[in-house]
């Protein structure tokens, strides 16, 4: 990937907010994939089948688990895993069982567990995403890095936090959501330190902020906060987005640290 120089605020250490044109963003996805990955099948921790696109570059390149938002699929990362991919890393997209349809294209895992009775709310998914986890670690024989986007990226700050084959973890608009049901994360982060890279909105960036307030970010550990308006979730890596590019030099700076 070309070097970009883009102004834009980091803090160091040393569900969606607009409606994307997806269709657009698909067909441009697509029609510049040189890259056709391949469609896999393994069980989540209750046996349900995750279908999932794995982009393999080797058996010994580090290896990034996709995870997708609320009502979309394993296809919101057609365009960011093949670039992903070229840069020399071993992708695992998934369809969590909480999501939906992308354009025309299908999430296969909600539909097994709509076919088989099982639920698939946010929470439900938690176990797809700890599956892929473990899938990929013992797959490659390595610790990964876990990538969530809005929903997920949330369930991937307590996973990183909780399994210790997850090594970095990079988070999309994270937030607080389930500290009903799961503790609050914001306490849970305290002490955490994998690498982590956390970004958002520029509208969402007081709340990611707060989410952070109460650990100290260590070397490795960021929050990037984009110059311009920004996106939502993984979203704001798209080629259509506009100022994507100021996310991906970002991206790509955290991960030229993480070992």
């Not at 391949?38 to 696109?53: C, G, R, Y």
């Not at 990079?170 to 389930?178: A, E, K, L, V």
């Not at 982590?196 to 902020?209: K, Y």
């Not at 929050?223 to 939502?232: C, E």
Request: negative net charge; hydrophobic residues 40%; aromatic residues 10%.
């Amino acid at each position: 990937m070309k070097s970009l120089v883009l102004p834009m605020l980091l803090i160091f250490s040393g569900c969606s907010l607009n409606e994307p044109d997806s269709k657009k963003e698909l067909e441009v996805q697509t029609a510049e994939l040189v890259t056709i990955p391949e469609k896999i099948q393994f069980p989540s921790e209750d046996s349900l089948l995750i279908t999932a696109n794995l982009y393999h570059v080797s058996d010994s390149a580090p290896t990034i688990v996709l995870c997708h938002q609320a009502r979309y699929n394993k296809f919101e990362y057609t365009g960011i895993a093949r670039t992903l991919h070229e840069m020399g890393y071993n992708c695992l997209a998934i369809d969590q069982r909480s999501g939906g349809g992308l354009v025309e294209e299908f999430n296969e895992t909600m539909l097994e567990a709509e076919r088989n009775g099982k639920p698939v709310e946010f929470l439900d998914a938690e176990q797809d995403i700890n599956a892929a986890v473990n899938f990929a670690a013992n797959k490659y024989d390595q610790k990964i890095i876990l990538w969530g986007s809005s929903y997920s990226s949330t369930l991937s700050l307590y996973i990183a936090i909780a399994n210790p084959n997850v090594k970095a973890v990079i988070s999309f608009s994270p937030g607080d959501y389930f500290q009903d049901e799961k503790g609050s994360l914001q306490s849970l982060l305290i002490g955490f330190s994998k690498p982590m890279f956390v970004t958002s909105s520029r509208e969402e960036a007081a709340e990611t902020t707060a989410l952070l307030s109460q650990m100290k970010l260590l070397p490795g550990q960021m929050q990037f906060i984009p110059d311009s308006a920004g996106f939502h979730g993984s979203r704001a890596l798209w080629r259509t987005s506009k100022n994507n590019e100021e996310y991906w030099l970002a991206v790509t700076n955290f991960l030229k640290n993480v070992d």
